[in-house]
């Protein structure tokens, strides 16, 4: 299994549960700890949804499932040793990059991904402690998707109620000195159409000391819709347009039919300019812009890739070379694309699982040398991450959280996770 992240595990443990045919699970992760997006990409205020972490620690503690962090697919193993170690390859890798808008400006400083400003927030060790400062006083968030509301959330909620989170400390401190006052959330279509879900839409307009501004109008046209989601989602819009501001020091701004048009200013963004449906335009100020249009699969060299859609093609989650079945087997946002929220993947394991299952006659007559891909990339240097060491940074973070007095403070850089982990090296 390539990817430690909720898709990966929910397969390992769908494989590891059924009885038809005996199996053993090997998980590689790029990073020294599991959990992929539950850990770099749900909101640390999103406290429920981390819990989940342990049912999948559960499947990592299974007898017959192994976990080896910081070893990368490409650097230091290949696709032709894993194959040749193993009798079913399944890459659940993710979505690691995100698109982008095409506008002029877009380059400028202040101009960022949301994908990025989630990393900084979540203590991924890839990103920079210092990525973001938040100095800017208005921000402008694009897209009309969950992320875009957790990113708009994190910047207008009080770092207080953050405090008792896993947030890293260097975040906490940078959200104490933000400058943000006013937070655009900015779409190219109406709110009929906003892909966010009814539960992390209502938290925005739960925030202590943040009011939020819709204009009513946006609301006109919508019709009836039938789905149920779109249906609850209006009602909170409904809500928020019928508010007045109370005074509150921070405002999220709605801003529907509003198509990013070019990012402004000289050295760095000082507005975003959108376009509206009649043609007509309107400046947003915004020293910070963080584009929120979607994550987007990496290409991974020796692997079918398609393009248009970022991800690798599938058909019933096998990967299909020249036709034929090779032994790899694809899920999760790599597979299908960024959609679906993490417990789509426990549903869809179930599928991956039984494709293996189904082959699994001819996937025991490859021939194969097990435990040929570790050695392999153990021979060039890597130094993988086991499960026990995976437990020492669990426990040493957890040590940190006494000092701020709550259940975990992340290691958010790559010297204090590996030095926590203290990783197998060769010989
Ligand atoms: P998303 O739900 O696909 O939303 C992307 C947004 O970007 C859409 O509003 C889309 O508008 C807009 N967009 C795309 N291209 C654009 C362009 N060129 N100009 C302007 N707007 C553009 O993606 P996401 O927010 O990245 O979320 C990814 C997945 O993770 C989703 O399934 C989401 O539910 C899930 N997630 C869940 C949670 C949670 O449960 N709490 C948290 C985070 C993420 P159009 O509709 O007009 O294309």
């Known amino acids: 299994m390539i990817g430690a992240g909720p898709a990966g595990i929910y397969v390992a443990d769908a494989l590891v549960e059924q009885t038809d045919v005996p199996a053993t699970v090997d998980i590689f992760d ?64 993710g979505a690691a990059t995100d698109r982008h808008l095409g506008i002029p400006g877009e380059d400028l400083p202040g101009s960022d991904s949301a994908r ?25 968030v694009i897209g009309l998707g969950n992320v875009a509301l957790d990113a708009a ?30 937070v655009h959330i900015v779409g190219r279509r109406g709110p009929q159409h906003a892909k966010f879900t009814t539960k992390e839409l209502r938290e925005i307009g739960e925030l202590a000391g943040v009011d939020v501004l819709m204009d009513p109008a946006a609301l006109d046209d919508v019709g009836e819709p039938t789905e149920t989601v779109v249906r609850r989602n209006l009602e909170v819009f409904r809500d928020w347009a019928g508010r ?37 335009t309107t400046d947003i100020e915004a020293q910070l812009v963080l584009r929120s ?60 699982m039984q494709s293996v299952i189904a082959d699994a006659d001819a996937l025991r007559r490859r021939d194969t040398k097990p435990g040929s891909a570790l050695e392999a990339a153990m021979a060039r240097g890597a130094r993988p991450v086991t499960l026990e060491g995976w437990a020492a940074i669990d426990a040493e973070e957890i040590a940190r959280g006494k000092v701020r007095n709550n259940p975990r403070v992340k290691l958010a850089q790559w010297e204090e996770l590996l030095s926590a982990a203290n990783p197998v090296t060769k010989g």
Not at 319 to 328: K, L, Q, Y
Request: proline letters at 6%; charged letters at 25%.
């Open 30 to 93: 790029r990073l020294p700890t599991p959990f992929g997006l539950l850990r770099y990409g749900v909101a640390p205020d999103h406290l429920k949804m981390k819990s989940m972490s342990r049912t999948l620690q559960r499947t990592l503690d299974h007898d017959n499932v192994r976990f080896f962090g910081n070893i990368e697919l490409g650097r230091d193993l290949t696709i032709e040793e894993l194959l040749g170690d193993y009798h079913a390859v399944i890459y659940a890798f």
């Open 116 to 140: 990025h400003f989630v990393s900084w927030y979540c203590g991924d060790p890839d990103t920079a402690p210092d990525a973001f400062e938040l100095t800017a006083k208005s921000v402008a």
């Open 153 to 182: 959330r994190v910047l207008a909620r009080d770092p207080e109620e953050l405090a008792p989170t896993d947030v890293p400390d260097n975040v906490l401190d940078a959200l104490r000195r933000s400058a943000v006052t006013d």
């Open 244 to 280: 007045s501001p109370t005074g509150a020091p921070r405002r999220i701004h709605m801003h529907f039919f509003s198509r990013p048009a070019a990012m402004l200013g000289d050295d760095q963004v000082e507005a975003l300019r959108v376009e509206h449906p009649d043609g007509s």
């Open 293 to 352: 249009v979607g994550y987007r699969g990496v290409r991974l060299d020796g692997l079918p890739f398609d393009e248009e859609s970022g991800t690798v093609p599938t058909a019933d989650s096998r990967v299909r070379r020249d036709g034929t079945a090779s032994g790899e087997y694809a899920c999760g946002w790599i597979s299908r694309g960024a959609t679906g929220v993490i417990g789509t993947n426990r549903h869809s394991a179930q599928g991956t």
